[in-house]
């Protein structure tokens, strides 16, 4: 089992999850994290942490779409380690539906 970045991550990239994770699975997208299921040791401190409640073990009905996501782009986005301020608008966005239609991008984030 994994846990896996969904969604509700997107226009929010709240960073509270890189801070608490022992073993340095998140990689960093231009509006959201992702977690590199291989890396992941499926502790869940993450879970908790995460003010939009996008963070969800695998094992959950329905994420096969966000484990091939966070799969893909873990691989080609920069690692990231330390907690950043998320974006102005991110509040706004929290609980907004039909995220990765209207805003998903593939490109990558800063990282560390």
Known sequence: MTYVVTE???????????????VDCFYEGENMLVINPSECIDCGVCEPECPAEAILPDTEDGLEKWLELNTQY?????NITSQKAPPEDADAHKGEKGKFELYFSAEPGEGD
């Open 8 to 22: 509700d991550c997107i226009k929010c990239k709240y960073t509270d999850c890189v801070e608490v994770c022992p």
């Open 74 to 78: 873990s691989a080609i986005w920069p």
